[in-house]
């Protein structure tokens, strides 16, 4: 084996090494996030399912409507208005995504 070949050799080992170190140390912050994710999924899974049951939304405006809070309009406008946005972004969103992909500076690359 000549003296080439053995520094491959030991790059190699070196960077499998780093790679072995990088992706434990991946793992270990990817572990912190796992809960508050999870956490995330599930609410964005029970409002997604709301979204597709009409009768469950006009259900929840009509128990919030019923209450004595006194703050209950604010409340309903500002839902009112994520749900806007959100509306809105769902609509705006394939369009982003067929969108042509831009290089760091900035120009559109060709596809």
């Known amino acids: 084996m000549n003296a080439r ?3 491959i050799q030991k790059r190699r080992a ?5 790679s072995d170190v990088q992706r434990a140390t991946l793992v270990l ?16 899974a029970i409002a997604r399912s709301i979204g597709t049951r009409p009768i469950l939304v006009l259900l929840g405006v009509a128990l919030l409507a019923r ?6 309009g604010v409340l309903l406008e500002r839902t ?9 972004v ?6 982003l995504r067929s969108a042509p992909p831009t290089t760091p500076g900035g120009t559109q690359e060709a596809r």
């Open 14 to 18: 070196a960077l499998i090494a780093l």
């Open 67 to 72: 209450s004595r809070w006194p703050r209950i």
């Open 29 to 44: 912050k990817a572990r912190r996030w796992e809960r508050p994710l999870a956490y995330f999924d599930a609410g964005f």
């Open 5 to 7: 070949l053995r520094e």
């Open 80 to 88: 009112s208005i994520v749900w806007q946005v959100a509306r809105a």
């Open 90 to 95: 769902r609509e705006f969103w394939p369009l």
